[in-house]
């Protein structure tokens, strides 16, 4: 579903983040991307992978279910596929299997999606 520039991404990207800062508040810890668009190799098929880290507990069914209009916003606005994984910040900061280490090693290599943090503003 990628078939935007990196400008155009970037702009998408910070427009979803605003959506999950008036959503989340002071909830929100994190917005990490990762996958092939982080890497640089995302394809016309490819769908843009989010972990959301947030404050307090999580329950990853109910935060997807709560953010399905902000989703469909977005593809159809933009036609984007947003894959969303909640976790809660003690969860994020001790997890180490391999699909967290993964997640960690591409938001560090990820040119094309900066992670989110409160207090760093939403530019890419």
């Known amino acids: ?4 520039s990196l400008g155009k991404l970037d702009y998408i990207l910070n427009e979803f983040k605003e959506g999950l800062v008036a959503r989340y508040g002071d909830r929100l810890a994190r917005v990490v991307c990762y996958g092939s668009v982080a890497r640089g190799e995302a394809g016309p098929e490819s769908d843009i992978d ?6 307090g507990e999580v329950r990853p069914s109910r ?6 209009d902000l989703l469909a916003a977005f593809n159809l606005r933009y036609g984007v596929l947003i894959s969303l994984i909640p976790v809660d910040r003690a969860t994020w900061e001790r997890a ?5 280490r993964n997640v ?5 290599s990820g040119a094309h999606c900066a992670p989110y ?3 760093e503003g939403l530019t890419l």
């Open 1 to 4: 579903m990628i078939e935007v």
């Open 50 to 55: 989010l972990a959301l880290v947030l404050e």
């Open 63 to 68: 935060e997807v279910d709560s953010l399905v």
């Open 96 to 100: 180490a299997g391999p699909f967290w």
């Open 104 to 108: 960690r090693r591409e938001e560090l």
């Open 117 to 119: 943090t409160p207090g």
